[in-house]
């Protein structure tokens, strides 16, 4: 066919390298909103970190742009192809390689899922505690975006439970951070370095994650508000009463609304409570004690009637989980409408009335509609943007993004930069800090062949 081809099918197979036709839709896009798809000249399917580096090898020398993809969940365009170039598809480099159960340690390769992680570990009454919305994705994607969701309320997110990784760099070397430990004061924290960099600096073929043991009771309580005020109130005070919930998660009425009709869930809320609701609460407890998850959910009933819930539901395990399951799944119904943008910003939670009154104000002005439901617990709400005019939509976004950086965040609390935030970070962000992450960039990748284009543009 010709060289590139040639040499990628001697370092893998025919059957693992794709071109032309037979690229499947799947690799050109991620769920990015309102992005065109993009063919890259090849997918190729690595299954060893000697296959990955020896393309890198292949690219560097060639200056051909690669792609690392894992499931192409991502909500930023971190995985859309660059034009002419490879994407590298983690779809058969999938092994969960070892459990180590006295050291409490998952060694997985990068594209294995949290689903096939968690059923893996379900002997083990061990879990792996991050857990993003998606559950088909990779445990390379996660790491590469810094994934968190609901649970970053009391575990953390993906970087508090990766203890080491095995990663190509753009260099085609492979190095080996951190491991099977959980302190090093050892030079520079390079692991930390890696994840949450989109790919952008190395490409992760190893994972060493950190389990927990699986607590085997837990107790869910809904809570409807008149406000969301009142709710965004109540998060802190929440977190301060030393409860620790593993969820603390708001939908404002219109995300309720469509997220459980979506599934078909009836939560018997009586009529004339869900006509003053303006938001919801959803709050998950866990122990590995029953009866102490029992008055830890009594003294949180007692909490929310003092900041002014409207009621106060406890829900049973069946509809606790179908709840779960249809706010995973709010952004399916939110592209299904035709959201134009999803924005997660995460900011101080004290800030968090200020931030959600000024952006109701921001999109009204500016003709836009915009529903929400998110991670209030750590001052990050998901908000679906709805402007079909790309120009005002560009300035409202901008508008938020910066209303959230003024009161002390940032632009993303877990979905990345990609390309889909690249130009608010570059407008927004300190260019100091910028120009010091494109050296480290160079450092690690001198031909720019990873992810050219994302998170720090060209
Ligand atoms: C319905 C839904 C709900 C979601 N909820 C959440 C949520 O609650 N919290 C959250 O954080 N995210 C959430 N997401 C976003 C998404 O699931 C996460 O960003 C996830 O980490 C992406 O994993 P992936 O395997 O799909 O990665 P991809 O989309 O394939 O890639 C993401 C990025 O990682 C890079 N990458 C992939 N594999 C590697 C590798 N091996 N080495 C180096 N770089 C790599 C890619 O180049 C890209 O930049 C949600 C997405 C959906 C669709």
New binding site residues.
Partial sequence: MNEIYDQLVSITSVERVRTGENISLDYTH??ALGRDPIFPDYVVFPISSSEVASIVNICKDKNIPI?????????????LPSPGGIV?A?DR?NSILEVDIDNHVAVVE??V?LNQLETALEPYSLFYPV????S???????????????R?IRFG??RHHVLGLE?VLGTGEIINTGGKFVKSSSGYDLNQL?IG????L????KIFLKLQPKPISYGTVLAPFASLDEIASAVPKIISSGLSPSVLEYLDFLAMASATKNVGLDLAIPKDIQDQAMAYLVVVLENINQSRVDEDIETLCELLGSYGALDIYILPNSKAEALIDAR?????VAKASGADDVI?AVLPRKEMPNYLSTVTQIAAESGSFIAGC??VGDGNV?LSLFQKDKDVKHTTMMSILKTAIDLGGAIS????I?VEKLPYFLALEDPIKIQLEKKIKELFDPSGI??PG??LGS
């Fill in positions: 991620d769920e792609t690392p993809r894992g499931s192409g969940s991502g909500m930023s365009g971190g995985a590298l983690f480099m990068p594209g899922t857990r993003p919305g998606e088909s994705a990779s445990l390379g994607g996660n790491v590469a975006t810094n994934a968190g969701g609901m970053a997110v993906t990663t890696l960099s989109e790919g952008t190395g490409i992760v073929t995973e799944k709010a952004f399916w997660d998110g991670h998901h609390g877990e979905h990345g990609g990873l992810n994302h998170v």
